[in-house]
């Protein structure tokens, strides 16, 4: 910092200021002090202007895992965010466990971000509330509402299932499965679920539909627990499964038992990653606008962190996408 308050004629506090952007400094010797900063490739060191600003200039992002498709565009969304305020990520991976949830919390806490993108918790609410109470700010996705204590992206999938229902008894299935994670009662499964039985009752349908735990480790397990399934489920006609990779062993599966798709049995995804344009069957499935969701995050976080809180929730609405996995 000295070099450039040398080169460019000034003190070191008013270097400080500009860099900062802290205090009035004159348009002109702004101006000079960035042309010496430019000159003399000055890197601010980011510790120190941490302790001096209180902060990192640091958010945190806790996602289930980078491996699946889906949370790599939403991860791309909050960066582009992050850039625009000159801000870095810090990205922890929770694998859908409680423990390393807590954990990437606390190490979150220790590094002093400044706010959290926080997608899918699955802690207990109580738990989460504490944990949040301790964030300087933080956003939720995939998550209700807990009081003002974060904000909150949802994508809309109650209204999304029920239209999957119209959709697929429209073109005459009346037996709908719905493949869903074991014993999962987190938001993004539990709305899935309340959106698919709210659209069978306003169709006058049974609202117990086939519920199938069935979704393995990875598509191989998945495909062959649904296979299993099937075996045992002869009227079967339809299937909404919980994402567009269980939909792809769906398939598979079918294919072994012989059902042709769309004729025996319609198959619905849900989150259109591009491999759901490219199959040999190409699927039906929910477009979900990914890279929105996380920007979106993003902007109401940065709104937190300067003060605003005034947009506890915003609902984003999938786009119901037909291909050939499900009868025109």
């Not at 510790?47 to 200039?57: E, G, H, I, P, Q």
Request: proline content about 4%.
């Amino acid at each position: 910092m000295d070099d450039v308050a040398q080169e460019a004629g000034v003190s070191r506090k008013t270097v400080s200021r500009v860099i900062n952007a802290n205090g009035y400094v004159s348009e002109i010797t702004r101006q000079r002090v960035e042309k010496a900063v430019e000159k003399l490739d000055y890197r601010p060191n980011l510790l120190a202007r941490s302790l001096a600003s209180d902060r990192s200039t640091v958010i945190g992002i806790i996602i289930p895992s980078i491996a699946n498709r889906y949370f790599s565009q939403v991860i791309a969304g909050i960066e582009s965010v992050a850039q625009e305020n000159a801000y870095s990520v810090l990205l922890l991976n929770s694998y859908g466990d409680m423990n390393r949830e807590r954990d990437a919390l606390h190490l979150l806490e220790e590094h002093r971000v400044d706010g959290l993108v926080y997608n899918t918790p699955c802690l207990a609410v109580a738990d989460l509330k504490d944990m949040l109470q301790r964030q300087k700010a933080s956003v939720m996705i995939g998550h209700d509402p807990i009081g003002d204590l974060s904000g909150v992206v949802n994508v809309d999938i109650y209204s999304a299932m029920i239209e999957a229902v119209q959709h697929l008894v429209d073109v005459g299935r009346r037996r709908i499965a719905y493949i869903k994670p074991d014993a999962d009662q987190r938001y993004p499964h539990r709305k899935r679920l309340e959106g698919l039985q709210q659209g069978l009752r306003n169709l006058h349908l049974d609202t117990e539909p086939l519920l199938v735990e069935a979704i393995g480790r990875d598509i191989e397990e998945t495909s062959d627990r649904v296979e299993d399934w099937l075996r045992t489920q002869p009227d079967v006609d339809a299937i909404i499964c919980y994402n567009d990779e269980h939909a792809f062993a769906t398939i598979e599966a079918c294919d072994r038992l012989g059902y042709r798709i769309p004729e025996d049995i319609a198959v619905v995804g849900f989150d259109d990653i591009s491999l759901s344009r490219i199959q040999r069957i190409s699927l039906t499935t929910f477009h979900i606008p990914r890279f929105e969701v996380g920007a979106t995050a993003a902007r109401i976080l940065f709104e937190r962190i300067g003060g605003n809180f005034d947009t506890p929730e915003v609902m984003i609405k999938p786009e119901f996408t037909k291909r050939d996995s499900t009868p025109t």
